[in-house]
């Protein structure tokens, strides 16, 4: 199932989370300039950003704490954290997409482990 989105934006829904599918604005990060630059010299993000491929980040130069989500091939959660600034995270196995999100956002979504997400990327005109 591979996947080839472009920068830009989309919409992310997680499914799963035991009520209604929660959808959130998203943020599509896939070239490597994109990606490099993240969530650097912002205060917040609005909804989330993914980060395509990746399978770890950093929060180094970052102004706030941010959850992280890492997601396999198949858009389904194998971790959730939250990483205070000026931290490297560690690779994590089988992770072919990682989410970003304020600190402490994640668990009002539902997202966590095993929870399968759908992204859908807005048509460029």
Do not use: C, K
Not at 13 to 25: D, E, F, I, K, L
Not at 77 to 100: D, I, K, Y
């Amino acid at each position: 199932m591979g996947r080839r989105w472009r920068d830009g934006r989309g919409e992310l829904t997680v499914h799963g989370n035991g009520a209604a599918p929660v959808t959130v604005p998203l943020e599509l990060a896939t070239s490597y300039r994109a990606r490099t630059r993240g969530l650097l010299g912002r205060d917040t993000v609005d909804g989330a950003i993914l980060l395509s491929p990746a399978n770890s980040v950093h929060t180094f130069r970052m102004r706030f704490p941010i959850d992280v989500a890492h997601l396999d091939r198949d858009l389904t959660v194998l971790a959730v954290r939250t990483m205070p600034p000026n931290r490297l995270g560690l690779p994590r196995l089988r992770s072919r997409h990682v989410l970003e999100t304020d600190a402490g956002v994640m668990a009002g979504w539902g997202l966590r482990a095993g929870v399968r997400v759908t992204v859908v990327a807005e048509q460029v005109r």
